[in-house]
């Protein structure tokens, strides 16, 4: 899979799973990917506001379309919010270990979606930010 189209800084990016809480993945993952993207929302029902930011409730209610969804959920709640971006024509995502399973990605595949499971976003960008 070619990284490039997911690593573009101008990407609008939808962290699912964004956390208020500094110890938990969902947190460190937001506050990283606002350093790096042009623009980036947090999406968690449970909360108002993530670092200052105002949260929504799932991907229907942002202000715009994402260009990709980043999830740091567990699978089933995966699958639901792949149904979501599948009906809002969203064509990247990247499941951070552990949110994706074999269901989820094949829907993805089945409906054109560009899919990456198995790593981690954030060390990825570290990664390439630092060649």
């Given at each position: 899979m070619n990284?490039?189209?997911f690593l573009r800084r101008?990407?609008?990016?939808?962290?699912?799973g964004a956390s208020r809480n500094p110890?938990?993945?969902?947190?460190k993952l937001y506050r990283f990917?606002?350093?790096y993207y042009r623009k980036v929302y947090p999406v968690n029902p449970r909360a108002g506001e993530i670092d200052g930011d105002?949260?929504?409730p799932d991907l229907k209610s942002l202000p715009e379309k994402?260009?990709?969804?980043?999830?740091?959920?567990?699978?089933?709640?995966a699958r639901e919010v792949v149904r979501d971006a599948i009906r809002m024509g969203i064509k990247m995502i990247w499941f951070q270990p552990g949110s994706?399973?074999?269901e989820v990605i094949k829907e993805c595949l089945k409906a054109g979606i560009n899919v990456i499971w198995g790593r981690c976003l954030m060390e990825t960008i570290g990664y390439h930010s630092h060649e």
């Open positions: 990284l490039e189209p101008e990407n609008t990016v939808a962290v699912v110890k938990k993945w969902g947190y990917f606002k350093r105002k949260a929504y994402p260009d990709l969804v980043d999830l740091v959920v567990p699978p089933a709640v994706e399973d074999e």
